[in-house]
């Protein structure tokens, strides 16, 4: 199967926003060319604010048009959205409840090897902790396209992450992206492997390599709310948990899977993520490859668990 | 139309509360506080257009912690109860220790952590205009905030948009919570303010900013604003004033009067007195 770039998917489907509701709008903190954003731009330039490199503010403008009945969408790498204006999407987004989408492209670690200053491994736990914010993490272009969706229905603020890998297929098939819903990619056992956002892909082209019927596999795109019950039903009918995210291996999803089974029904949970060390500028491979992400790697480790 | 001498009235009798509420609840940032009453009060009794939910004007106070202040003049122009004021920074009250929108329906935005709010006033100017409806935006920050980097990332952004509907008015109280010292002499928070708004492209006004009669007419022109640049209004203003000993202390930035405070506060703050 053929790639499909995500962001250009997100590019697409808010361009198409724009031109249905006069009150949508993107916000642009410099890069829309590489997050493609600059569709906007395209289809209707009155719609395109460019904020220059100023994220903090970016946010606060967002609040303000949000608040007199505007709907902004706000897009910048994740690293620079998330850590920058952390304390304003607090105060001035979550706080308020504000009808902010917030997009976060070129998550994780694949961001063109940018390096260390431009990986964003920290954004699923941050925006988890955050009252009001929902969180999703999409695998494929179509499961995007579906989120943004919904993201354009419901009232809020939310935040999106788009990942820049461009070789992930549209693989999940046409089922629609349901907000705090999970998907059953596989169901076996004993073991569980919990997966979100294009990590979901590997997880696959993993089990497709152990041509295994022993695992049962949840794609998690509803970070927050999370699919609770669905993790919690799966759960019981297995021994042994494996989380995937490509996001540092503390908080995150790992995090958030080992909080609910501890409390509910304690497992053994095994994370694979971005080890506690910054990374250099690599090619996707590499950085996958480096941090136990790639599908050999997690075929590797899911072959270890069966043999227990 | 309302006279000066009725907005003055107003003025004493929101400090009057302030002082009250403070000493009532032993809590709240007094000194700030009543270094923008008159702004306040010109805002609420004579420039905001309150009616009309999407048509009327916005208000964002920055300066979040003054919140009593505003609290106080809400009171005062019957958009709360004064029984309510008691409740001022209560568990459960629409009366948070910095504004809560979501508790309060009089509030245009919630603020608290400084720097934050230009930013929302600026969004909210860009969405009148996107919207072509013809509401007002004004926003109060402090001297001290301005020291925050967001504040000048707006201020680039609303002469870039050329929002010439966004009015800001700055509290130049001349000090902050603790601030800037050497030896017992104390520094103002920017004392370039006027020469930094107008380099990033504002039309600027300097203003006394306890002259009713003066930011009267500042704030009336600001509205009627038709060149293309956003304006902004130095507002020169005591910390404290109207009660001899808390001006320009900056220990009364957040502090509440005890017993025998009260009493001589309000001695000081008589309608018609001497206070101004």
Redesign the interface.
Known sequence: MKGESLRNTFGQVLSQLVQQDS?V?ALDGDLGNSTKLDHVLMVKE?AF?Q??I?E??M????????????K?WVCSFATFLTKRAF??IV??VA???ANVKLIGSYSGLLTSNTGKSHHSLEDLTMFSTIPNMSVIAPADAQELASAMKIMYETDGPMYLRVSRDETIPPFLGGEPFQLGKGRVLADGGPILVVSTGTMTYQVKLALEQLQTNMVTHLHMPSIKPFDTKLLLEHAALCTQVVTVEEHYIRGGLGGIVAEILSEQNPKYVTRIGVKDAFSGCGTDAELLEANGLSANCIAETIKKLLAK | MISIQQLENHAVSIRRKIIETAHYKKQGHVGGSLSAVDILTVLYFDQLNLNGNEMRDRFVLSKGHVALGLYCTLAERGLIEMEELKTFDSFDSRLQAHPDMTRLESLDMSTGSLGQGLSTAVGMAMGAKYLSQSFHVFVLLGDGESQEGQVWEAASIAARYKLNNLTVIVDCNGLQQFGWYEGNQVFPPDQHLPEKFKSFGFLVQEVDGHSIASLQKVLEQSKQNRTNQPIAIIAKTVKGKGVSFMENNYLWHSKAPNDEELDQALLQLEVGGECR
């Open positions: 009150r709008v009155s604010f904020m220059g100023a903090q503010n946010v606060g403008v967002a609040v303000g048009l949000a608040h007199v009945g505007v902004p304390d304003q105060v001035s706080q308020t409840n």
